[in-house]
């Protein structure tokens, strides 16, 4: 069977390599492993060589111009691409000591996810590939999870459970996670990565949550080279939030000054 053996297969995945076992594989988690090996190459795309990225990394160099005066400069170019000895801790698709390249294809999308606080400078870099590479795309639209409720043992069609837990591995890429959980949190994506670089594909694409646009892993960090340097500092952050009560909003008029405002719904026997 190529296709997963029921919608929840990635929580199921997820928990178990959180709470119970990370490195040894069998059952109902191998099962999901070798299903996501097999389906992974329909959600192939390819990215030509030539094609540009961006890499952001918080902070900058000091350089001496012509007068010998100190300017802010972007970082180094060899600083702008990660080397195994110094990856000490893992990220959303590379364990610790694995170098994997971090890019997005946009310059914002690349300089949110540092996730800057204001007035922090950020060197950019414009990468071009090498080569064509091999990607499996995990962007899907968000669903709504009512419709994964089954009355009276009703079964979901294979194409549906499939597309259901491809959602989910989708949503595990590109969800913020709180750098005191990161360890834990990116487990399950790590284990993913594996497995699509078990598969021969070159790196990972998914949607970023903090701008428009896609990150883009790569496992080869000689697949794109930097061409460009550049040096930004965030200006201001803006937020836009949403309560899932429908109770209790928070209005924030252009004065600053916050207004929380209850809305008393009123019941009858």
């Given amino acids: 069977m190529n296709g997963f053996d029921s919608d929840d297969a990635y929580r199921h995945f997820a928990y178990t390599v959180k709470n119970h076992r990370r490195w040894i594989f069998d059952g109902r988690v191998a099962s999901f492993l070798d299903s996501v090996r097999k389906t992974s190459h329909s959600r192939e795309c390819v990215i030509k060589e030539g094609c540009q990225l961006w890499r952001c990394q918080s902070g900058s160099t000091l350089q001496k111009d012509t007068q010998e005066v100190e300017r802010e400069c972007p970082k180094l170019p060899e600083e702008m691409v990660p080397k195994s000895e110094f990856v000490k801790s893992g990220g959303r698709a590379n364990p610790p000591g694995f170098a994997y390249l971090y890019l997005a294809n946009r310059p914002e999308t690349a300089m949110a996810e540092m996730r800057p606080w204001v007035g922090e400078s950020l060197s950019l870099a414009n990468f071009a590939l090498e080569k064509d590479?091999?990607?499996?795309?995990?962007?899907?639209?968000?669903?709504?999870?009512?419709?994964?409720?089954?009355?009276?043992?009703?079964?979901?069609?294979?194409?549906?459970?499939?597309?259901?837990?491809?959602?989910?591995?989708?949503?595990?890429?590109?969800?913020?996670?709180?750098?005191?959980?990161?360890?834990?949190?990116?487990?399950?994506?790590?284990?993913?990565?594996?497995?699509?670089?078990?598969?021969?594909?070159?790196?990972?694409?998914?949607?970023?949550?903090?701008?428009?646009?896609?990150?883009?892993?790569?496992?080869?960090?000689?697949?794109?080279?930097?061409?460009?340097?550049?040096?930004?500092?965030?200006?201001?952050?803006?937020?836009?939030?949403?309560?899932?009560?429908?109770?209790?909003?928070?209005?924030?008029?252009?004065?600053?000054?916050?207004?929380?405002?209850?809305?008393?719904?009123?019941?009858?026997?």
Avoid at 163 to 169: A, H, R
Wanted: glycine share 6%.
């Fill in 133 to 269: 590479a091999r990607l499996v795309l995990c962007q899907q639209d968000s669903e709504d999870r009512l419709k994964r409720i089954r009355l009276n043992g009703e079964r979901i069609p294979q194409e549906k459970v499939d597309s259901y837990v491809w959602g989910d591995i989708s949503e595990a890429f590109s969800r913020p996670v709180n750098s005191n959980n990161a360890e834990s949190d990116y487990t399950p994506t790590q284990i993913l990565a594996e497995a699509f670089k078990a598969e021969g594909f070159d790196g990972v694409a998914y949607k970023s949550r903090l701008a428009q646009g896609l990150n883009v892993v790569l496992f080869d960090v000689e697949i794109a080279k930097p061409r460009d340097y550049f040096l930004y500092a965030l200006r201001g952050v803006s937020y836009t939030f949403a309560s899932d009560d429908p109770q209790f909003t928070v209005s924030i008029p252009k004065n600053g000054t916050p207004e929380y405002i209850w809305t008393l719904n009123s019941k009858s026997p």
